[in-house]
């Protein structure tokens, strides 16, 4: 080796020594940054000798495609927990459900049963009214609760349609970067970190497929194959409503102009937060509106009096209180709607008139001779709350059965698809983990293999610099010897 070579060799080992400390420095800064790759330097040996020939970026194509599908199935699962545990299930009074509709339902036939064996007592007619009275305050709080977790759903759609247009734009800047760069041969090393990351907020609202192109483009597709990305980022619309009753549906969210279908079941089919919500507020809140307007339907129905004379009826103890002639104005909402006749409803009302009938006046009375222990009509009550009643399938229960029996297969209706969605977001979450900590383990700073390397480099570079004092020694001796 020529001294001209072997300094070379040192001036070689030097660059490439600074490159490497570079470039490990950076992964070390890193180490916690859970959106950036490892890098790696590949030293390539030429005819001068070993230089750096290029900076690897760690990659795991098939591990990353897989953590966005397990993350995006996680955020839909626990948006419908969320929904179904914080909001609904609160609303109805926690585990117990102490305040759905079903516990007062059971309660007022309690009292009408204790009013029918006791039939003299005022205590009673006033417990049975109070009775009937939070039933129907139930119903409605319960319909109006469910109405505004309807409009909370919508809104928080509204904000991350916001979002996801705003994501989109700035994955479309990214893109762009990211082909520009490795078309031209810079380092896109960065700007496909900060791509990815913008990838994972993406799947958090809604499912995405990737399609890699030259250049390092990508095409983004929704789960079900529309078009989110390519070339340009496409437009996601869509219109919030503000107010909400059992009669107004929300309006689609459209990808590209393709509605977004809404997730399906406890363990839910979303993909993305923004299919959960639609879950929430298009099919399991009006669903459980439905039943609750049944229950009010039928007790409407089950108290009504009748003219006997006239072969007539009109609603008795329970009412639709926006109805101006006196018959139901329509199913929707009807649990909002629901109340206690004022004609029963103590200091100015009687509330015997639940036992005697009349509450329509005298020819619609049961109870002709004013006898105080008078039981047939609260007898005949009592015993509707077990007859057989036709409910529709709208209601995911549908079937012949006693109210009683329905309302209680309405919780048990929403006990099923929570605890099957609270079980489902356990499973999703540990595989979201599971598959991010495998592509962590691909492609994420290990501290202890970098400070391993950097000690290597250091050796390398102490190796350049006994070569260049080698170097430099032997020319002293050459010059002191022609000199």
Known sequence: MSLSTARSTAQAIFNNTSRQTAVLGTNISNTQNADYNKRTVMIVSTETGARVGSVYREENAALFRQSLESRSQASAQQTLVDGLTDQMANLLGGNNYGLAPNTYLTSFYSSLESYAAKPSDTTLASGTVSAAQDLANSLNTTSKGLQAIRAD??????????????????????????????????????????????????????????????????????????????????????????????????????????????????????????????????????????????????????????????????????????????????????????????????????????????????????????????????????????????????????????????????????????SSATKADETKTALMSRTSEAYSNATAVSLDEELSLLLEVEQSYKAGTKLLNAVDEMIKTLLDTVG
């Open 153 to 418: 759903a919508d809104k928080t759609i509204n904000e991350q349609v916001s979002d996801l247009n705003s994501l989109l734009s700035q994955f479309e800047s990214k893109n762009n970067e990211v082909v520009t760069a490795i078309a031209t041969g810079k380092d896109a090393n960065s700007a496909l970190d900060e791509r990815d990351a913008l990838l994972k907020k993406i799947s958090d609202i809604v499912g995405v497929y990737t399609w890699s192109r030259d250049n390092g483009d990508m095409a983004l597709y929704t789960m079900d194959g529309t078009t989110l990305f390519e070339t340009v980022a496409r437009k996601v619309t869509f219109e919030s409503t503000t107010t909400y009753d059992a009669s107004v549906s929300g309006k689609p969210i459209l990808v590209d102009g393709v509605a977004l279908s809404a997730g399906k079941g406890g363990d839910t089919t979303a993909s993305g937060s923004l299919q959960a919500l639609l879950q929430i507020r298009d099919d399991i809140a009006p669903t459980y509106q439905r039943q609750l307007d049944e229950m009010a339907k039928s007790l409407i129905e089950m108290f009504q009096e009748t003219d006997t004379a006239a072969s007539t009826t009109a609603t008795g103890l329970f009412i639709d209180k926006e109805s101006t002639t006196g018959s139901i104005v329509t199913i929707d909402n009807l649990a909002y709607r629901i109340s206690v006749n004022s004609k029963v409803i103590p200091p100015n009302g009687d509330p015997t008139l639940v036992r005697d009938g009349g509450i329509n006046g005298p020819s619609y009375a049961s109870n002709t001779t004013g006898e105080s222990g008078y039981s047939a009509l609260l007898d005949a009550y009592a015993a509707k709350f077990n007859d057989t009643r036709t409910y529709p399938p709208e209601t995911n229960i549908g079937g012949s059965q006693s109210i009683l029996n329905f309302s209680a297969a309405s919780i048990g209706w929403f006990e099923t698809i929570r």
